[in-house]
């Protein structure tokens, strides 16, 4: 797998974090290389005068913030991983630190920007937070150029930076992306809320969901059959890994009043919006023992501090689908788990999350299961 871009004079070596020793996967995409040759030709440097700056939105691995690592830049992603990724790749290429800003997706958009380049993101309701953001620290005379895979922009897509910027074109395609051009217009901006809050009826609990939150319309099937499916027991420190809106350790932290629930996601969106659904619907003193961590899994986390660890894995790491954030979340839990301790998970049927779970723990439970999920338990054995 290349792991070497040689792009417009620089040599950039790029991998992705974490990284396993099978990857298979680049650091970078074409629409990346489609950025970087059309900002090196058509000589965008020039537009970012002095006390002004770049601004890069959705960076992957690090292909552009290290590329443009002469320009001033702010770096805006909602992805923990992104991140990381981003700081080890610029380590790697011994790129200078004391010109980028790294900032989560919550944070203020800084206000003297000249070229903004965004890679599109896969949902339209985060593009749409971005672009809201956006709008109010651009002038006239920011240049904004974003790309993406083809499969990605779709009428959808230009009409969100038609209503937001203004005169939106694309590029033609090359390898499989595309380029999206907006002009800054003065325009008449829609007022509109994109994070969602919807009510889960059992519960009456009032859901709130940032922009780019998983399945942040309705409560997800799979969260659902897990927060319905939780283990007796009197479980006192309990994890809620990929937490998402928060709904599971909602759940654990009503059927275990006494536990103290960690939620956990490496979406800053996410965990915000666990943090508030515990504010809103729990009494103080339950909220106020939670605890809400971005970060990749239990990375980092002690050894043998938990006794029951929930988790609607994920599949996806950012457009590419993978089981390696699954197998990884379960390692974390045997080592972070204390003897006796608990993995409770709920899978699609057709994802052989049994076999992982067996090889990890030595053991593995079929708690329940319906036409398309189950539910898996497998304790660590001391
Ligand atoms: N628990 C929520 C539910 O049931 O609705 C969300 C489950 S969703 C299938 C998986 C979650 O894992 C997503 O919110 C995603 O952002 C998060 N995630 C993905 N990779 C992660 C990682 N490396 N560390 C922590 N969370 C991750």
Redesign the pocket.
């Known amino acids: 797998m290349n792991e070497s871009l040689n792009i417009a004079d620089q040599e950039l070596v790029l991998h992705r974090h974490?990284r396993h020793k099978k990857e298979t996967l680049q650091a970078w995409d074409s629409a990346d290389e489609y950025l970087i040759n059309y900002f090196t030709e058509n000589e965008l440097g020039k537009h970012i005068g002095e006390g002004e700056q770049m601004l890069l939105i959705n960076d992957g691995f690090g292909a552009l913030s290290c590329f443009f690592q002469d320009f001033e830049r702010t770096v805006i992603t909602d992805s923990?991983?992104s991140l990381s990724s981003i700081k080890l790749n610029m380590q790697r290429n011994n790129c200078p630190e004391h010109n980028i800003l790294l900032q989560d997706s919550l944070q203020s958009f800084p206000e003297n920007v000249k070229v903004v380049l965004i890679k599109v993101p896969k949902t339209l309701s985060y593009l749409e937070y971005i672009l809201q953001q956006l709008r109010s620290v651009v002038s006239p005379d920011t240049i904004i150029v974003a790309a993406g895979k083809v499969n990605m922009i779709h009428n959808s897509t230009l009409q969100l930076f038609e209503q937001y910027i203004g005169t939106t074109k694309t590029s033609l395609a090359k390898k499989k992306s595309r380029l999206i051009f907006s002009l800054v217009e003065q325009k008449e901006i829609p007022e509109k809320e994109v994070a969602l809050t919807w009510e889960i009826e059992k519960q009456q609990w009032k859901i709130h969901n940032h922009a780019n939150?998983?399945?942040r319309n309705h409560?997800?099937i799979?969260?659902r059959y897990?927060m319905d499916n939780l283990p007796e027991g009197d479980f006192t420190k309990v994890v809620?890994?990929?937490?998402?809106?928060?709904?599971?350790?909602m759940a654990a932290a009503q059927a275990y009043p006494d536990a103290q629930i960690t939620f956990?996601?490496?979406?800053y969106m996410?965990v915000d919006s666990a943090r508030i659904n515990m504010l809103k619907n729990f009494e103080e003193e339950e909220s106020e023992t939670a605890r809400f961590v971005v970060?990749?899994?239990l990375v980092g986390f002690k050894p043998r501090s938990y006794d029951l660890i929930l988790?609607?894995?994920?599949?996806?790491?950012q457009q590419a689908i993978t089981d390696h954030?699954a197998w990884?979340?379960f390692n974390d839990a045997h080592f972070c788990l204390a003897g006796n301790g608990e993995l409770v998970i709920?899978g699609n049927r057709h994802l052989d999350y049994q076999d992982k779970l067996e090889r990890i723990f030595g053991n593995c439970e079929l708690v329940t299961e319906n036409k398309k999920f189950v539910i898996l338990r497998a304790v660590k054995m001391d």
Do not use: K, R
Not at 240 to 249: A, F, Q, T, Y
Not at 264 to 267: F, V
Not at 311 to 317: L, R, V, Y
């Open positions: 974490p923990y991983l939150v998983f399945s409560l997800d799979g969260g897990l809620d890994l990929g937490c998402g809106n928060g709904v599971v350790g956990i996601d490496e979406s996410a970060n990749n899994g988790c609607n894995p994920p599949f996806h790491q954030i990884s979340m709920v």
